[in-house]
């Protein structure tokens, strides 16, 4: 190991060095530089060690103060006067100096750091002095001694962790710390002091921070707020007050706290003009910190307040501490600062909101908040988060604890304003009650009950609550709280006011009418709201006001029984229906329908006389002359409604006990309970999807007409269902679907249905009765000529079916009624069945296809019977080609029989005359005879066309009008000399009318519903 002691000094790490070294290794070195300049290279965390190695650099720098003229001849002043200013050094004549002689610029400058680690060390020293407030309270005792006795290391947070006492540690010297403290001094002594100021706001080192800035006030001054910005936000500000901004009332802005100097007299090579003359010999990098924002001068009042309220705003919306925000605001506002009372007092309020209002049921926990949030509230909505969260049970305390307060500071800041109205409480309040959920409604008025003490009840004015709660049922949309809104009225003022009936009658009468005015949806207000109601209500005098509460009772009661029955509405509807009676009967048909539906065990008369017992309530009029719900509707309509409502469920046996029961409350006349059944019936069939009567709706609609007396009029309507599930099942369709009951109803021609089916089923001509039967049931049982009309259509769709002994025997029929009505003097009717008649026998009279020329001729003679004049000759034209056809067939069969025979008197017999064919054919001669007699043959139009049959089969087609038949065939007609003209053919038939398979008699009898 070497002995030379510089060489011993730098071969010593810096956490080996004792005072021993110092003593040994440093001071007796001769160069004050060079030990100067060791001192000042050395850092160690030994206070002593470091205090000791400072003092011998100052020492070994302070020969300069000496050996530079410049400054030994300020340091030798005579003046004496330690009070008095130094004079300033020549700065001109340092830089000269220090420029011929550098080792002295270096002394001054190694002087300089070695002063600066010197007064870091000295605060290092206090600031280790320092407890920081609030740490380890456990450790105290009862013992005042002991207390003052006990070491630091029994703290729990001590940031320095030295085992001394600082109340008994001298001023210059701590004794060696028995652990490492969190700041070491070597970086105590270099680092930045805002920077270590910052460090220790973070830590809550408040005691630190102002023996700092006691200290150092000139060097942090301007980073004040910087480093108050690092305390975090949860600290209490009380804990470090004594740190934070003062205000100077008098001087309206900051007041800037007192620091103290670190000597009494300043070194001369802290002078500036020598620091700057050094600075040019000696440059530096000094350690610049840039902090975001730097303030040299003092605030004024209202920027000091910002600063307040935006440290404020930072801890109560990023830390959610509202309470410390609170805090901080309020130690402002103690030091006069203006505007921070009544940001304070937003903060109280708001802190009430979150550390007094309930949080939410479900989860538990309270709603995002932020003070910026608050702050844009306004009144209404304020009360609403107070309550938001309240339940039935807490509701009324909330409002005493939350909403109340926060409406004495809206009346004393508008006191405060000069914009004083004592109503702003009164007006929120009852702005908040309307538009409150029902549940926490009726709470607030239990609580303001009449007969509660003055004292106790939140709202104190009956008249108030009165149009409160009428405002609020009759602006509701509720449809089942009725108990709830009947406890709200159970709270309500009774006023005794005697009036006579009539005058009572006339308020009431003018309020109904006003209010239900009043709420009627109109464009300009589609709903109208509680608030609007309240508006309404308050100008009522006390008279009217008690008659609206008499009005409420019966809608109460009106709406408890329409939601009993499965129809409620809201009480505004009681209003607006109250001078309308097809609103009233809308809804009585609607609680009768479904109420008889609400309940599966509604099928005893005494469940219908109950219905019938309250709608007939609903119609009548209260005590107080005031008329129910239902009361434009008669009690006989009532009971119409009620018992068209029983055979709406389909319980028909019901219904048929109720009518029959002795006492029963339905009073109604055969004719009434026929008259609802039908209707009823009708309602059924139309909402039918199938035709089948044994089943569905179908099935309803015929049973229901069991229910009334069988009259003429109930079994035609039987029978049409009959006949409609008889339609069904012939599977006629409409528009590709098959054919719906309600399209059968609507068919204004039902023959024209009768006449699909004999199109669509190819046997159906077959069954006569069958299809006459239907007829009958379609509602022409009493109309012969629908009857006609019908074998007419028959008698066709065998002609297109070329049964010609089937249209034959049916024609015979056709002619017969025909002739038998005609001996009627029905007039149109008449004529309509001639018409048709003449046409079909023709049309089978004509028919080339049919080879019985007996049974043609007999039709064609009944066709001229029956046709009109204009149409006789036509007819004759077609008989006398046919009876030419019949003689010549005759002559060629007799020619047989004779060259056969060989009789010569067969051979003479002579052709039968025109008026034996006649006879043969059994046509009554006389009454043709008569027609015939001087009756000239003109020249027909007929036999000047191409087809002499064409006039004749479009008349047939538009009297028989869907009719879809054709014939097979029509003889081209000769001219009008009556010679027989070539042979024409004609067009087929209908692909529809074609050659089907019969399917048999089943579907004919409607037993086929597949």
């Not at 505004?572 to 109250?578: A, D, I, T, V």
């Not at 069954?767 to 066709?796: C, N, Q, W």
């Not at 056709?814 to 049309?843: F, H, I, K």
């Amino acid at each position: 190991m070497t002995s030379d002691p510089p060489a011993l000094w730098t071969s010593l790490a810096d956490d080996e060095l004792t005072e021993t070294h110092i003593d040994t290794l440093l001071k007796p070195l001769p160069d004050h530089l060079w030990v100067a300049a060791a001192c000042v290279d050395r850092l160690v965390d030994d206070v002593d060690v470091q205090r000791q190695i400072l003092e011998l650099g100052l020492q070994r720098t302070g020969t300069v103060l000496e050996s530079c003229p410049p400054l030994a001849a300020v340091d030798n002043d005579p003046t004496g006067n330690e009070e008095a200013t130094p004079p300033q050094v020549g700065i001109a004549e340092l830089k000269t100096y220090f420029e011929d002689n550098q080792a002295d610029a270096k002394l001054c400058h190694l002087r300089t750091v070695l002063l600066q680690r010197l007064d870091r060390l000295n605060t290092f020293v206090e600031s280790c002095k320092v407890i920081p407030d609030g740490e380890d309270d456990e450790s105290e005792t009862e013992d005042e001694e002991s207390e003052e006795e006990e070491s630091l290391e029994d703290w729990e947070d001590n940031p320095w962790g030295d085992d001394t006492n600082p109340h008994t540690a001298g001023n210059a010297e701590v004794k060696k710390q028995s652990s490492t403290p969190p700041i070491p001094l070597s970086a105590f002594l270099t680092d930045d002091l805002v920077r270590l100021a910052c460090l220790c706001a973070s830590k809550q080192w408040f005691e630190a921070i102002r023996c700092l800035w006691h200290r150092h006030g000139e060097q942090l001054w301007q980073y004040r707020f910087v480093i108050l910005d690092n305390i975090p936000e949860y600290a209490q500000p009380q804990a470090y007050r004594h740190v934070l901004p003062e205000f100077d009332i008098d001087a309206d802005k900051e007041r800037r706290p007192p620091t103290a100097p670190h000597r009494a007299t300043p070194d001369l090579v802290e002078d500036p003009n020598v620091v700057s003359a050094v600075q040019v010999c000696h440059p530096t990098q000094a350690a610049i910190w840039s902090a975001p924002f730097a303030a040299n001068a003092a605030l004024p009042s209202t920027e000091l307040a910002d600063w307040y309220k935006k440290r404020a705003s930072a801890i109560a919306d990023e830390a959610g501490l509202v309470d410390v925000a609170l805090s901080i605001i309020q130690h402002g506002a103690s030091q006069g600062l203006p505007g921070l009372d009544e940001f304070g007092e937003e903060l109280s309020l708001f802190t009430r909101l979150i550390y007094d209002a309930p949080a939410s049921p479900r989860t538990g926990d309270h709603e995002e908040w932020s003070l910026a949030r608050w702050l844009t509230l306004t009144p209404p909505q304020v009360i609403q988060a107070y309550v938001a969260h309240s339940s039935p049970e807490t509701i009324v305390r909330d409002i005493r604890d939350l909403v109340n307060p926060y409406l004495f500071v809206l009346e004393s800041r508008a006191d405060r304003e000069g914009k004083s109205d004592p109503q702003i409480s009164t007006n929120l309040l009852h702005e908040y009650i309307l538009s409150a959920p029902i549940d926490l409604t009726v709470s607030i008025f239990e609580a303001s009950k009449p007969t509660l003490p003055q004292g106790e009840r939140l709202l104190r004015d009956d008249e108030d609550i009165a149009r409160l709660a009428l405002a609020c049922l009759y602006g509701s949309n509720s449809l089942d709280r009725w108990p709830t809104m009947s406890r709200i009225f159970e709270c309500l003022p009774a006023w005794d006011i005697s009036q006579d009936e009539d005058a009572d009658d006339d308020i009431a009468d003018t309020t109904m009418a006003s209010l239900g005015a009043f709420v009627t949806p109109s464009t300009s207000m589609p709903r109208c709201t509680p608030t609007d109601l309240l508006m309404f209500f308050k100008p009522l005098p006390l008279s009217s006001l008690s008659r609206a509460l008499d009005i409420l009772d019966v809608h109460l009661e009106s709406g408890e029984i329409f939601s009993r029955w499965g129809s409620p509405a809201p009480l505004r509807w009681f209003l607006q229906s109250n001078g309308n009676e097809a609103e009233q009967r809308a809804w009585a048909h609607r609680i009768a329908r479904r109420g008889a539906g609400s309940d599966e065990h509604m099928n005893t008369v005494e469940d219908w006389e109950w219905i019938l017992e309250d709608m007939l309530k609903l119609c009548g009029k209260s005590d107080n002359g005031i008329r129910g719900a239902l009361g434009l509707i008669p009690r006989k309509e009532v009971m119409r409604i009620v018992f068209a409502g029983l055979l709406g469920t389909g319980k028909f046996e019901v219904a048929k006990e109720l009518l029959r029961a002795r006492h029963a409350k339905f009073t109604l006349k055969p004719a009434d309970i026929e008259e609802i059944c039908i209707s009823s019936s009708h309602e059924f069939y139309d909402n039918a999807t199938s035709g089948n009567y044994k089943v569905g709706d179908m099935k309803l609609a015929y049973d229901c007409l069991c229910v009334p007396a069988q009259s003429d009029k109930v079994l035609q309507e039987k029978e049409f269902i009959e006949a409609t599930s008889r339609l069904s099942s012939f599977n006629l369709t409409s528009r590709g679907n098959p054919i719906s009951p309600i399209e059968i109803r609507m068919t204004k021609d039902r023959l024209s249905l009768v006449s699909r089916v004999l199109s669509s089923n190819a046997d159906a001509y077959k069954h006569t009765e069958v299809i006459l039967d239907l007829v009958y049931k379609l509602g022409f049982r009493a109309h012969p000529v629908a009857e006609i009309k019908t074998l007419s259509m028959i008698s066709d769709a065998a002609l297109l079916a070329e049964d010609f002994t089937r249209a034959y025997e049916v024609s015979e029929r056709m002619v017969a009624d025909t002739l038998r009505l005609r001996t009627e003097p029905n007039g149109a009717d008449v004529q309509e069945a001639s018409q048709v008649c003449w046409m079909t026998c023709y049309q089978l009279g004509r028919q080339p296809e049919f080879d019985d020329v007996q049974k043609k001729l007999t039709l064609l003679g009944r066709a001229m019977e029956l046709c009109p004049a204009e149409q006789l000759n036509d007819i004759l034209v077609a008989w006398r080609k046919l009876d030419k056809e019949d003689a010549e067939i005759r002559a060629e069969r007799l020619g047989k029989r004779h060259r056969k025979k060989s009789t010569s008197a067969t051979s003479r017999k002579p052709l039968q005359s025109i008026g034996q064919q006649l006879y043969h054919a059994h046509t009554p001669i006389h009454s043709l005879a008569a027609r015939l007699q001087d009756f000239k043959m003109p020249t027909t139009p007929l036999l000047n066309t191409p087809d002499a049959t064409a006039l004749a089969s479009k008349t047939f087609r538009t009297v028989a009008a869907n009719f879809p038949f054709g014939t097979r065939g029509r003889p081209h007609e000769g001219s009008a000399n009556g010679e027989e003209a070539s042979p024409r053919p004609e067009h087929d038939v209908s692909a529809q009318a074609s050659r089907a398979l019969a399917k048999g008699i089943g579907w004919l009898i409607g037993d086929d519903h597949s």
